[in-house]
């Protein structure tokens, strides 16, 4: 499985190692999943910067609204289009894992990732991919509540906090209650390929026995 899972998307660098990495996003065909920042309000992501910078990467891109599927019909519009990356924006991450799960797409997801398709991950993205959700009540981050109720993907085995700074570093500390968080600034990222972690930046981790 290959997963490219960033705190922001739109920052240049991170584009740039994202291209290094499926060998260039010219003609690649994208399904992109908008979902977790419909929480914010329907249409907004149209706006984002995310978007317009994919739209600028000469990929092609099909927006995938969780919200209009209520089972695994999603599954088979996926797989139709045969993508070369599969990407889920920003956002809400409990929202996403919501639409997540009523698809059913958690459970399709590894066979339709397989060993060629990408999973990319951006902020909310990335999160769900890990272990937990536990980040995202926090109340100095989305403070989402609910959101550590709602089982992830778990793809990997670890959890994300996206859009760091360091003067968060002594609360999470005194909350995160999982076993191992990934801190990452914008501009920096999370490859995995198979059981291979590559961190793209400076790496911090708050692990808890």
């Known amino acids: 499985m290959k997963l490219f899972l960033a705190s922001r998307m739109s920052n240049q660098l991170t584009i740039k190692k994202l291209e290094e990495c499926v060998g260039g996003l010219k003609n690649k065909t994208i399904v992109y999943i908008p979902t977790a920042a419909n929480a914010e309000g329907l249409g907004r992501w149209k706006n984002s910067e995310t978007w317009r910078t994919i739209r600028k990467l000469g990929a092609i891109t099909i927006p995938v609204h969780l919200e209009d599927y209520r089972n695994t019909s999603v599954v088979e519009e996926i797989e139709s289009v045969k993508p070369n990356i599969i990407w889920f924006a920003g956002g ?118």
Not at 113 to 127: H, I, N, P
Not at 181 to 200: A, P, Q, R, S, W
């Open 92 to 209: 809400y991450p409990g929202y996403l894992m919501y639409w997540v799960m009523r698809c059913s797409l958690d459970k399709y997801l590894p066979k339709i990732l397989g060993d060629k398709v990408w999973y990319v991950g951006s902020s909310a993205g990335a999160m769900v991919a890990g272990q937990s959700l536990e980040v995202a009540t926090f109340g100095f981050t989305d403070n989402e509540r609910g959101a550590s109720d709602i089982k992830t993907m778990n793809l990997v085995n670890f959890d994300i906090f996206p859009h760091y700074q360091d003067k968060f570093l002594s609360k999470v500390k005194k909350n995160y209650k999982g076993k191992k968080l990934y801190l990452l600034k914008d501009g920096e990222e999370i490859i995995v390929e198979d059981d291979k972690i590559t961190v793209i930046g400076e790496e911090r981790i708050i692990t808890n026995d």
